[in-house]
């Protein structure tokens, strides 16, 4: 293959993780969205355990966190994911600390 379709290869498959990390973002988004909606507005609360009873506003506080953290942190996690670098150790830069 020429440089041409390597790089054409490597960008397709990077495209297409990004892609599988976007819905999975997604997923985890709309679950925690459900969470929240059933949470916040006190859906079936009559079917709830009584311990989801109890602990009410702490669910709903960790599930607002999550989302904040999952929103906010998805642009890093799909960039992370596409472009992975190397990590450099002590071990890398062991002849400049002598």
């Known amino acids: 293959m020429t440089n041409k379709q390597l790089r054409l290869a490597g960008f397709k498959r990077r495209l297409h993780i990004a892609q599988e990390i976007r819905g999975g973002l997604a997923l985890a988004l709309a679950f925690l969205g459900a969470a929240l909606l059933v949470l916040g507005f006190g859906i079936g609360r009559s079917f709830w ?7 009410h506003t702490a669910l709903t506080g960790m599930a607002v966190g999550a989302f904040a953290f999952l929103t906010l942190m998805s642009p890093l996690v799909v ?20």
């Open 49 to 55: 355990p009584a311990w989801m009873v109890e602990y």
């Open 79 to 98: 960039e992370a994911s596409v472009n992975p670098r190397t990590l450099h150790t002590l071990a890398h830069y062991r002849y400049h600390y002598r």
